[in-house]
């Protein structure tokens, strides 16, 4: 860790990052009041991410030193009033930067004045200083609740339908996969019966989908940490109750026992699902997942040029715990030292560090807590381990890679030497996908 | 007048300094004209985001190769930086820099409590710890808005951490409030650069120019050769010590005269080293007027004349052909200031026809306070007026509502998620990101090759016109494309 607390080699960003949270829900568009260089460096930052009305398109009140001195509340005013002139869409969230938070303007009660009239807007405090973008995925999704969802509660009665759930799992952008994976969780639970809100990403229902939370028998949580605040949130406000998962669910160990999980909740929630079929779902995709692996065991047990023995992960808690699990035991690839980079908060830590351990009885896997990734780097640099390595991490981890002379996967962000569309890698074939990618990349150095 | 003033810490801003614009509507030639006469800014009632000049500074300092780049302010204020890693370590071949080094870009990581008792000291013990992690020759810290608000003394800190570790750490102002223009990000950067880093010269030498750039290609050590002078690029790829004698070249040229306009011109009045006469030469009328000058000030008008005379032999003929192909066709342009009136030269010389234009900014005057420096005005004088021509920072709405209007042949684009709003409303569109690509008798030819390829192959936009995805309301597209700007009927 950094004696002075700085950052190196960001592979997160701050609070107003979290304007990728709206960017995700169809047709919402973020309304920024702050500096003007705040959506570019958020743009700059997730890359291609702009989506409906993100990157650009997204009106800004661009806090001049006139903002500064005298307060932007009337200039918010205009800015609002000419969104709903020049763009069409269906919710607004007004995020502040560090400009309004240390000017103290008033948002709250100007958005409250627009709400009055029954637009569909919902502000949020996103100062930078305040709190990473991990953090405030919660912030934001939290205030839609509480501020539009809400408006909705008298034709969305709490937990009204039995075997509706929603799912809080990617943090849209921050997780590169988080599409595919949001949409592959959304076919997996309709396998085991459950119908589930994702709200984020083109198979979500967008700001309709988002009225209907309430409705939800209980609650979905796939994460270390980031979103839990959402599920403690809607506990309160709606009496759901929540099953956490702590890691992401890659291939078909953590898979299935992420839907066994699921199935034995929403059944103990009171859920009507056909508990047999159910089970039956989760064998059949275990058995299609299994025939790959069956079928590929000989090419990983012989392959007599060399393949990767050992990785490293530089990535968030989900990712690292999860990799970790599915490459030792589905894959054959033994995980060292491994860096988590999210800035996790330390009450989480231990829970992170019991779950990672829990993935071997009879080894170690080294764990660092580093947001300053440049410095975890400085660790990975001394460390040299015998057979190929393998480094999954962002963009930022490539020359550190050629300098080790090891394989590098990029899995996470920034990412600018690799696009990702609808790819997963959450569920079973999330898990054939991630072993794709490793081989697609080790077998290219044959040339 | 222009106030370049190296006694003090903080650039003034372009608005101040050279009463540069964001916000304009009618064409070039008035606007050339008020640029004489005193220009007066108008403001949107509706915006969309800009840019700030914080990550202008860090392209003119995270490219330097043996400095590391402190942002001083909360994570997010340094998150785009990474985009300059990618470029430095994908173009260093361009520069043969063989062995590109990894960028060392920090975040002082400012947080609440750090907003509210001042971040010095958190400054202060990164720039300590910066240092023994990189051991850079120089180290530039970025202020930030969360920073500049909270009245952190970050020159005082820098100058302590100078005194106490031995190599230059300079304090770059770029706060992203203090400006509407983010090119003054460029002259933050240099203005710490010049006041930290350049030395008074020991000598003049005869063999090298300074060519202020970005990243492009290395067209001028050919261009030089044959006046035996070699190319100094700064300030990307160049390194601490190559800055610091950059003081002792004949001469100073311009990529970009929006760009490298203030270090021009602090050189030459601070550090006695002249810059050409002449704006970058794009187009042939200022590509013979720059190389004449460039012969000029060397003294080696002979070899000027002899340039120009083989150049223009191999390639009008050239360019000729792709007039007669281009003759005709209709282009709007969206870059930035200087070099979006070069590009408008070069399709002027190419033959088409420009039906208007959204320029990020306009400054009516360089720092150099040098007519013979202003693109804009070379354009119209050798290749007429441009109608539509607007000044518009990246203001998606208004480019969305133009383009929706003039439906050009070709859209041409300088900066990043603009060809977006050609593509979606089916026009080729064509961005280059070697800004030396045009330059040049060669260039236009090279340029003009680009521009029948982009018009030719149309299928992608066609087929993307059909799906697009346009959150512009239909209201707004019926409007008048400049109805939010002071003046235009909006409120």
Redesign the interface.
């Known amino acids: 860790m950094s004696k002075a607390g700085l950052i190196e080699q960001e592979r997160y960003t701050c609070a107003i990052g979290a304007m990728q949270t709206v960017v995700a829900i169809p047709k919402a568009v973020p309304i920024l009041h702050s500096g003007p260089g705040c959506g570019e460096m958020i743009a700059g930052f997730f890359e291609r991410s702009t989506g409906y009305a993100g990157g650009y398109t997204s009106p800004c009140t661009n806090f001049s030193e006139k903002e500064v001195v005298f307060g932007g509340i009337n200039r918010l005013r205009d800015i609002i009033n000419n969104s709903y002139k020049v763009l069409d869409t269906d919710l607004q969230v007004v995020l502040t930067g560090c400009t309004a938070g240390i000017v103290g303007d008033d948002v709250d009660s100007l958005v409250f004045e627009f709400a009055d009239e029954g637009k569909p807007i919902v502000s949020v405090e996103t100062a930078g200083f305040k709190a990473t973008n991990y953090e405030a995925h919660s912030l934001v999704v939290n205030a839609i609740i509480d501020q539009y969802v809400s408006r909705f509660e008298s034709d969305n009665k709490p937990k009204s339908e039995k075997n509706t759930v929603n799912l809080f799992a990617s943090i849209p952008y921050q997780d590169p996969f988080w599409k595919g994976n949001l949409a592959e969780y959304k076919r997996l639970l309709a396998g085991i019966g459950l119908k589930a809100n994702v709200l984020f990403g083109p198979e979500s229902g967008g700001v309709k989908e988002w009225q209907t939370i309430p409705r939800a028998a209980f609650n979905i949580l796939v994460s270390p940490w980031y979103g839990k605040e959402i599920a403690d949130y809607l506990k309160t406000k709606y009496g759901q109750e929540y099953t956490w998962f702590h890691h992401i669910p890659i291939g078909a160990n953590q898979t299935e026992a992420f839907l066994t999980q699921v199935l034995e909740f929403a059944i103990q929630e009171g859920a009507e699902v056909d508990e047999r079929k159910a089970r039956e779902f989760i064998k059949h995709e275990s058995r299609v997942y299994y025939e790959e692996i069956d079928n590929l065991a000989t090419f990983l047990l012989e392959f007599r040029y060399g393949l990767p023995n050992h990785v490293h992960i530089l990535h968030d808690a989900g990712y690292v715990v999860a990799l970790s699990k599915f490459l030792l035991h589905e894959v054959g690839i033994i995980p060292k030292e491994q860096f988590i980079t999210d800035a996790t908060p330390e009450k989480y830590q231990e829970a992170i560090c019991d779950d990672l351990k829990s993935t071997s009885d009879k080894r170690q896997i080294p764990l660092y807590f580093e947001p300053d990734a440049g410095n975890a780097q400085e660790i990975l640099r001394k460390i040299q381990h015998k057979g190929r390595g393998l480094i999954i991490g962002s963009g930022w981890d490539k020359e550190l890679a050629k300098e080790k002379g090891y394989d590098f996967l990029s899995a996470a962000i920034p990412s600018p030497y690799r696009l990702i569309l609808t790819s997963n890698y959450a569920g079973f074939t999330g898990g054939l996908r991630v072993i794709e990618d490793i081989y697609h990349i080790v077998l290219s150095t044959y040339a | 007048m222009s106030k370049i003033n190296l006694s003090l810490p903080e650039v003034q801003i372009r608005e101040i300094r050279i009463n540069s614009i964001t916000g304009y509507q009618g064409d070039a030639k008035e606007l050339v004209i008020a640029s004489r006469e005193g220009l007066k800014d108008k403001e949107r009632?509706?915006?969309?985001?800009?840019?700030?000049?914080?990550?202008k500074a860090a392209c003119m300092t995270v490219l330097i190769q043996d400095a590391a780049v402190?942002s001083h302010?909360?994570?997010?204020?340094?998150?785009?930086?990474?985009?300059y890693?990618?470029t430095y370590?994908v173009n260093s071949p361009l520069r043969d820099v063989m062995q590109p080094t990894?960028r060392?870009?920090?975040?002082?990581?400012?947080?609440?409590k750090?907003?509210v008792y001042g971040g010095n000291m958190?400054l202060a013990?990164?720039i300590?710890?910066?240092y023994e992690?990189t051991n850079a020759n120089a180290i530039f810290v970025l202020t930030?808005?969360?920073a500049g608000?909270?009245g952190d003394d970050v020159e005082g800190v820098c100058q302590e951490a100078e005194d106490e570790l031995g190599i230059p750490v300079i304090a770059i102002f770029c706060?992203?409030?203090?400006?509407?223009v983010?090119t003054t990000g460029f002259d933050a950067a240099y203005h710490g650069i010049a006041r930290k880093l350049i030395q008074k010269p020991r000598k003049r030498r005869t063999d090298l120019i300074n060519v202020i750039n970005f990243w492009g290609s290395d067209v001028f050590s050919d261009w030089f050769a044959p006046f035996d002078v070699k190319p100094n690029y700064i300030t990307p790829y160049s390194t601490v010590k190559g800055l610091k004698y950059a003081s002792e070249a004949a001469a100073t040229v311009q990529a970009c005269s929006t760009l490298g306009g203030y270090l021009g011109a602090v050189l030459e009045r601070d550090f006695g080293v002249p810059e050409i006469p002449a704006a970058p030469p794009y187009g042939i009328a200022q590509t013979d007027r720059w190389f004449r000058a460039l012969g000029k000030i060397l003294k080696k008008e002979e070899i000027a004349e002899k340039i120009i005379a083989e150049k223009k032999k191999k390639y009008l003929p050239k360019i000729e052909n792709l007039r007669k192909k281009l003759k005709g066709k209709t282009a709007y342009v969206t870059a930035g200031a200087a070099h979006g009136h070069a590009l408008l030269s070069v399709l002027g010389e190419l033959g088409l026809k420009t039906c208007g234009a959204a320029i990020f900014h306009h400054d009516p005057i360089y720092d150099s306070r040098r007519l013979e420096n202003d693109q804009l005005a070379q354009h119209v004088s050798d290749y007429g007026n441009v109608t539509n021509f607007n000044v518009c920072n990246?203001q998606?709405?208004e480019l969305v509502n133009a383009l929706n209007r003039i439906r050009p042949d070709i859209l041409i684009a300088r900066h990043g998620?603009?060809t977006?709003w050609g593509a979606k409303l089916g026009i080729p569109s064509l961005l280059i990101g070697d800004e030396h690509f045009a330059m040049g008798y060669e260039g236009l030819v090279q340029y003009g090759e680009r521009l029948l390829e982009a018009i030719e192959n149309d299928e992608f936009v066609k087929n993307l016109k059909k799906h697009a995805?346009n959150?512009?309301?239909k209201?707004?597209l019926e409007q008048p494309p400049y109805y939010?700007l002071k003046g235009g009927g909006?409120?």
């Open positions: 009632s509706f915006s969309q985001c800009l840019g700030c000049s914080t990550s402190i302010g909360p994570v997010g204020c340094a998150s785009c930086l990474h985009e890693t990618f370590r990894p060392r870009i920090f975040s002082s990581n400012l947080k609440e750090d907003t958190k013990n990164s300590r710890e910066v992690r930030t808005c969360a608000i909270i706060e992203g409030f203090k400006s509407k983010w990246k998606e709405f998620g603009m977006l995805i959150p512009y309301s209201w707004w939010f909006g409120k």
